[in-house]
């Protein structure tokens, strides 16, 4: 056999420093952004074209700076058409585009004829200036003390301002203040309201009717008659009590005889991918509680306006059926998960789900009862729960004691009170209130009878759900009578009211007309110091002068 020896002290000498060496190039880009594997010339090609228009762009800068004088043909030269070389990374009505312009390489280039012309329009320029009188030069005292003025204009008011757009500067300034001090809600609020105050006795207009166990306040302005109730408080009144609604201003909206429900006896019955059974000490037990505040509307809220236009079956609220409080509650979503829901929902993917809710008031047609968008019940964003106090307090009767749903943003024909039931499905409620409550049918339809009425009582188009956008003056209140001294000069007179909306969005801007709408007013805003602005009311304000 032959002699294999190691490798010779030459060889050694020449074995390459590996560790120094760049990775293979096979494969996804490594490291060193290369492409691992064989070494050989060409197989980075893509790279390879990549660092080669760089360097030639950075060239064409070099040259650029140095002054050098460039042609279109430099420009070409270092600007390569690379939509050829790689047309899968390019569409295909690609066109080639020089990076530069004919203004450029012809005008603005140091080039003989270029120089000579700037020399010559200094020489015009100096001359100009040799000729001009010196009074030409030097501004009036007029010109001076109006640029002064303006100058000062940027830093104060200013008298140069009307009376309104002084107050308007003052009033933005302090609303940029307000905003930029608000402060995150972590959910875990207090409400600044006090206990509730209702009265002792039980309303005349109770005593013989199944509410005659109800204290109600005498606040409520009662819209339906007796019984049921359905009131709404003094518009001037629900504004001035602020941007927390104390729950005896709250409006109430019944469909029927409150139900007297004990805490120690309700339950909530829960079916999704599991049935559950809550007691009221489960729900307070067993799930982390939040205590936000919640704006919330009837949706026939300003029905009496409409009643004007177009008659239509529901009675007359005016602007005053809202209220903002803060609800304390389970989170829907954290109860739903505990019925197995997630895992429902997993077995059919491709359906669509809704949660429905029942409510435990007896009715003519039937129990009370409707649903939402499972996907938005189980939003994190979304916040809705299954609350049991109100500004701090356990729920009045009226407002669904001992638990009632709250979904922010939405009206409050959806926010179930009495809550008894909650329950999964692959299709919307079918429960009267749900399919002929709350909602708009288009104004064609006039019988509730009709084929047309029956199929979009039934229409996901024509329910209402989230709330929309609007706003309420509340000063100058009804029949407010302003003195003549407004009409002075400087005298201001500021108008009040509130502003919400649904879905999320922010009330951004509201603007008042006085002149049926030649000219429009700026309004400012106030929100709750610990509000989401997506689901907070916003009280406005405004100046004119009389």
């Not at 429905?356 to 994190?380: Q, R, V, W």
């Not at 288009?442 to 009878?449: A, C, G, I, R």
Request: aromatic share 10%; hydrophobic share 30%.
């Amino acid at each position: 056999m032959a002699d294999r020896r190691g490798a010779t002290p030459q060889e050694i000498f020449n074995e390459p420093e590996w560790s120094q060496t760049h990775s293979h190039r096979v494969g996804l880009r490594d490291k060193n952004d290369r492409f691992p594997g064989i070494t050989h010339a060409g197989d980075d090609w893509r790279f390879e074209i990549e660092q080669e228009a760089e360097e030639k762009m950075g060239e064409l800068r070099e040259m650029v700076s140095k002054g050098n004088l460039l042609t279109v043909r430099d420009f070409m030269n270092k600007q390569e058409d690379l939509h050829l070389r790689r047309p899968d990374v390019h569409p295909k009505s690609w066109r080639y585009v020089l990076h530069t312009t004919e203004d450029y390489i012809k005008e603005h280039q140091s080039w003989f004829m270029n120089q000579k012309r700037k020399e010559k329009e200094q020489q015009q320029q100096q001359q100009q200036q040799q000729h001009q009188p010196q009074q030409e030069q030097q501004p009036s005292s007029n010109q001076q003390g109006g640029a002064q003025q303006a100058a000062a204009g940027q830093l104060d008011s200013g008298s140069h301002y009307a009376p309104e757009q002084q107050a308007l500067l003052q009033s933005l300034k302090s609303e940029l203040e307000y905003m930029r001090n608000l402060v995150v809600n972590d959910g875990q609020g207090e409400s600044p309201i006090k206990a509730p105050s209702y009265p002792e006795e039980i309303d005349e207009a109770d005593q013989f009717t199944p509410d005659n166990w109800v204290a109600r306040s005498d606040h409520l302005i009662r819209l339906t008659g007796k019984h049921p109730l359905n009131g709404e408080a003094n518009l001037t009144e629900l504004y001035e009590a602020g941007l927390i609604t104390p729950n005896q201003l709250h409006y109430v909206r019944n469909h029927g005889a409150v139900p007297h429900i004990l805490w120690e006896r309700h339950k909530i019955e829960v079916s999704a991918g599991k049935s559950i059974s809550l007691t009221m000490d489960d729900l307070t037990d067993q799930f982390r509680s939040i205590n936000i505040p919640v704006f919330m509307a009837c949706d026939g809220n300003r029905r009496k306006e409409l009643n004007l236009i177009r008659r239509s079956k529901g009675f007359n609220f005016g602007a005053g059926a809202v209220g903002c409080a803060y609800w304390e509650g389970a989170l829907l979503r954290e109860i739903l998960i505990a019925a197995d829901s997630t895992e429902m929902i997993q077995q059919n993917p491709q359906k669509r789900y809704w949660v429905n809710f029942e409510g435990s008031d007896e009715l003519s047609d039937g129990k009370y009862a409707t649903s939402i968008p499972f996907d938005y019940a189980m939003d994190h964003c979304n916040d809705v729960m299954v609350a049991f106090k109100m500004n701090d307090f356990p729920l009045p009767p009226d407002h669904g004691y001992p638990a009632r749903l709250v979904i922010p943003g939405f009206v409050g024909g959806r926010c179930v009170k009495w809550l008894s039931k909650i329950w999964v499905t692959d299709h919307e409620n079918d429960s009267y209130y749900h399919l002929y409550d709350n909602r708009v049918l288009p104004e064609f339809v006039t019988n509730k009878d009709s084929d047309f009425a029956e199929l979009l009582y039934r229409h996901p188009s024509t329910i209402i759900n989230e709330q929309t956008l609007n706003s309420v003056i509340t000063r100058p209140a009804q029949g407010e009578m302003i003195p003549l001294e407004y009409t002075k000069k400087s005298q201001n007179y500021r108008i009040q009211g509130f502003a919400y909306n649904g879905g999320g969005d922010e009330i951004q801007a509201v603007e008042v007309s006085l002149d049926e709408g030649f000219n429009w007013l700026h309004c400012t805003r106030q929100v709750g110091r610990a509000s989401r602005l997506e689901q907070s009311p916003v009280v406005l304000s405004c100046f004119k002068v009389g």
